[in-house]
């Protein structure tokens, strides 16, 4: 598959979606498995369990607590300007914030030159940067750029594990990763092959279309992946993960154990690559749940007099989750958009509990 090509498939587009730590927490658990399941061909030591609710049939039943949000489709403008409301007050800043979001195409990318925006905007060139500038903090990751390299950089400046090599492969060299031009990286870079194998396996998980997840028709079903319950005994509100919602993958070390034993050199790099890109989803997948956790455990105590007495909410910003919980912005809006959760049998937005300005 060639990574540095923006046409890609949306077979493609998806399964690179999956492969990152960005595409694994906004899919809802359904999307989330299906995903997985893709991943599932490209290694053959990936096993992949289904929740418990889809081996139910979660899919087709009419369970009190799964309700079709097929009508609710959201659009990239519909999330962004969800995150601005959240997040920032309204001052002249955030309106051409707010009409920048207008410009960007349906993958996310800034096509049209920033001086033509600032004139049709009407705003002063340092301005539309600060604004563009804020715009490419938002989730997705890498919306906003204005072309491939910048796309690929912004999610790789966001992700405290990036290696030099990588950055410099995506800053210098795109071309030749195309092109896959293996001798000349390890030259260009004073790589080993190993090295280079795993920084190219590290840029093709990164999403060359981030706004693309936005721009598919999607059925959606609610299912929670929290549970809001009320302790009997000490009256406290409590979260909880829902486990029959949640997705299991594994790694067969037995079928590795037995392939790892070959003296064949290519084979041993592939083996090596696969088991690292296991250990990476591995490690995002329980990431995901532990920051939905994370942030259903802060509105239950946020929100506890309306758990409790069924008093109004309080008025919440993404900024208080983040002080509290110690998150980054991104994570809160992924863990917010699209996810749900379970309150005396009824489902409930997680993003519900929070205030739009």
Not at 182 to 187: A, G, S
Not at 247 to 257: C, I, N, Q, T
Not at 291 to 313: C, H, M, N, R, W
């Amino acid at each position: 598959m060639n990574v540095m090509n923006q046409t890609n498939t949306a077979v493609a587009t998806e399964k690179l979606h999956f492969g990152n730590a960005g595409g694994l927490m906004q899919a809802p658990p359904l999307a989330l498995t299906s995903g997985l399941h893709d991943l599932e061909l490209d290694n053959p030591f990936l096993k992949v369990t289904d929740p418990a609710v889809i081996r139910r049939g979660a899919v087709d039943t009419d369970d009190d607590w799964l309700s079709s949000q097929s009508g609710s489709d959201q659009t990239l403008d519909d999330y962004l300007l969800e995150q601005v409301y959240l997040e920032f007050r309204d001052v002249p800043l955030r309106k051409v914030l707010i009409q920048l979001i207008g410009y960007l195409e349906p993958d996310g990318y800034l096509r049209k030159p920033l001086r033509e925006v600032e004139a049709q905007i009407g705003c002063s060139h340092e301005m539309a940067q600060d604004a563009l500038a804020i715009l490419q903090t938002l989730d997705p990751t890498g919306v906003g750029a204005r072309d491939l390299r910048e796309c690929l950089l912004l999610q790789l400046d966001a992700d405290p594990s990036t290696t030099p090599l990588v950055r410099d492969i995506v800053s210098q060299a795109l071309p030749a990763v195309a092109d896959n031009a293996t001798d000349l990286l390890c030259q260009q870079f004073d790589a080993t092959e190993d090295e280079l194998a795993a920084a190219v396996a590290r840029i093709k998980r990164l999403s060359p279309a981030p706004g693309s997840y936005y721009a598919r028709p999607r059925v959606r079903t609610a299912v929670p992946e929290v549970e809001i319950t009320v302790d009997k005994d000490t009256g406290t509100v409590v979260a909880s993960l829902l486990r029959d919602s949640m997705v299991k993958v594994a790694f067969d070390d037995d079928y590795y154990g037995e392939l790892v034993k070959s003296r064949d050199g290519k084979l041993r790099r592939f083996l090596s690559q696969q088991r690292k890109d296991y250990d990476y989803l591995s490690y995002n997948l329980k990431k995901r749940y532990e920051i939905l956790l994370t942030v259903g455990e802060y509105i239950a105590d946020a929100q506890k007099d309306y758990f409790l007495s069924g008093a109004p909410l309080n008025k919440l910003l993404v900024r208080d989750a983040v002080a509290v919980t110690k998150l980054s912005a991104g994570q809160i809006h992924r863990a917010l958009n699209g996810h749900y959760l379970k309150w005396q049998g009824e489902v409930k937005p997680l993003s519900q509990f929070f205030s739009h300005r």
